[in-house]
């Protein structure tokens, strides 16, 4: 990634003072995914950053499935949803994890992946790790390999990537 090109999609990259809470300052894709060259700027350079021979693209509900899906279409690797409870209606496996503030839980279909298979992870943003380190558990369990994790966005200052210290992880925009 050049960093003309990082200041490029930073451009697209709009803040939101305040929200959801007092004191956060949200980092809103908005203007980036309603801009066709940026969004497709944006998915090229995480196409640039994919490992070779994966087998699947696994996204995180919900903008991860905005990233992933792009991405696996541009690259015609396959597609799979990681979602909240109750949302995917085959047979799943699910993993309950700690967030900042209470818990939450993540589902796939339990014949998504198998044992052999290598994926990268793909979601919007990482910030404390938590839904990201829930994902590769929850793909690890099925017996697929975790290539690498993916981001458009990376908010440096909370750590997240330590929590992924096993998974090669990479972001397009550090903040």
Not at 60 to 73: C, N, T
Not at 75 to 91: D, S
Not at 122 to 137: C, E, I, M, P, Q
Not at 156 to 162: I, P, Q
């Amino acid at each position: 990634m050049t960093s003309q090109t990082a200041v490029h999609l930073r451009d697209y990259i709009r803040d939101i003072p305040d929200f959801p809470s007092p004191g956060i300052v949200f980092k809103d894709i908005s203007p980036l995914l309603a801009d066709g060259q940026a969004f497709s700027a944006s998915v090229s350079q995480l196409a640039c950053l994919m490992p070779q021979n994966i087998d699947a693209i696994v996204g995180v509900e919900s903008r991860g499935f905005l990233f992933g899906a792009a991405l696996a279409q541009q690259t015609g690797i396959g597609f799979v949803p990681v979602r909240k409870p109750g949302k995917l209606p085959a047979e799943v496996h699910q993993i309950e994890y700690e967030l900042e503030y209470g818990f939450d839980a993540l589902e796939i279909h339990r014949d998504a992946l198998s044992s052999g298979h290598k994926i990268v992870l793909v979601d919007d943003l990482l910030a404390t790790g938590g839904t990201a380190r829930a994902t590769v558990d929850l793909v690890r369990h099925l017996g697929a390999e975790v290539a690498a994790c993916l981001f458009v966005i990376e908010l440096s200052f909370l750590n997240g990537r330590d929590v992924l210290d096993d998974v090669p992880v990479h972001s397009l925009l550090s903040y």
